[in-house]
């Protein structure tokens, strides 16, 4: 209803477009957080990764969460750990990525967690720790793509890539690629459905008016940092649902699924809190999020419920 209401209003700036979306966004948060209905799934926005996942016996899978260092990629590789899934937790920052670790393993010892260094905005970073992850051995039944960066100001990737869309989108597409054939050669020897997870979000409806701009990814003259990230978070969705065509249509026993989180409070939003941290504003707007936003217990939830949850076995959305 909200996006329907978006939709059929007048705005005229992209500015009055996002503060449409957040107020409506809000109001609809208000309300499910005020009346806590599940949905069909069992399931509410207050429901944890812990809760949607609770009962699931993992063992014997193996997971590569992108992102897992922090905000909900670390949340949904606990769990996914606690479940008794092997996560193989791709991160940039090492140190970061070893802490976490430490901090899983001391909460869970039977947890089996390793670390490989991934920077999504580099293919040359993807396409090592795709080879040294093929070179392992090891099988792959589930692919969380949940890295990301939103709303940063124009900058370029190692690979003059606009930043947004390298990260995002591009890193994980390449990684995807370069995994495929473990993920079916494991679907196929374990007769277990492979899971590929796209974390995308709301902002996929939001992109530059002609879509994605294949052709001028690199415009700085023309870039807006809200429209750039819906660009990418779209580009997340098409490349799912292209991935569950073909595998349909090659009868591969994978599916793909792409997924809003909700509105998280995490470190996404670091770009876009300039204000003091006294202005009042921004006092306002982090004690509005406190009661409305998702935690990231609850924003890894959706992730975890898609990548283990027996009820969405076969379900391609």
Known sequence: ?????????????????????????????????????????????????????????????????????????????????????????????????????????????????????????????????????????????????????????????????????????????????????????TARESDIEGRIVNVSSEFHRYPYPEGIRFDNINDQSGYKRFLAYGQSKLANVLHANELTRRFKEDGVNITANSLHPGVIATNLFRHNMSLANDNPIRVFLKSLAGLVLKNVQQGAATTCYVALNPQVKGCKW
């Open 1 to 185: 209803m909200a996006i329907a209401f978006l939709c059929s209003t007048t705005v005229r700036t992209i500015q009055e477009r996002l503060l449409a979306a957040a107020v409506l966004s809000l109001h609809a948060l208000l309300i499910m957080w005020f009346f806590n209905r599940n949905g069909s799934s069992g399931f509410s926005s207050s429901s944890t990764a812990e809760e949607v996942t609770r009962g699931v016996d993992a063992s014997g899978l193996t997971a590569i969460v992108t992102g897992a260092s922090s905000g909900i990629g670390t949340e949904t590789a606990r769990v996914l750990a606690l479940r008794g899934v092997h996560v193989i937790m791709g991160v940039r920052n090492m140190a970061s990525g070893r802490d976490v670790k430490d901090a899983m393993i001391k909460e869970i010892p039977t947890a089996k967690v390793d670390v490989m260094e991934l920077d999504l905005s580099s293919l040359a970073s993807v396409r090592k720790f795709a080879s040294d992850f093929n070179s392992s051995g090891r099988p792959l039944n589930l692919l969380i793509n949940n890295a990301g960066i939103m709303a940063t100001p124009f900058m370029l990737s190692k690979d003059n890539i606009e930043l947004q869309f390298a990260t995002n989108h591009l890193g994980h597409f390449l990684l995807t690629n370069l995994l495929l054939d473990t993920m079916k050669k």
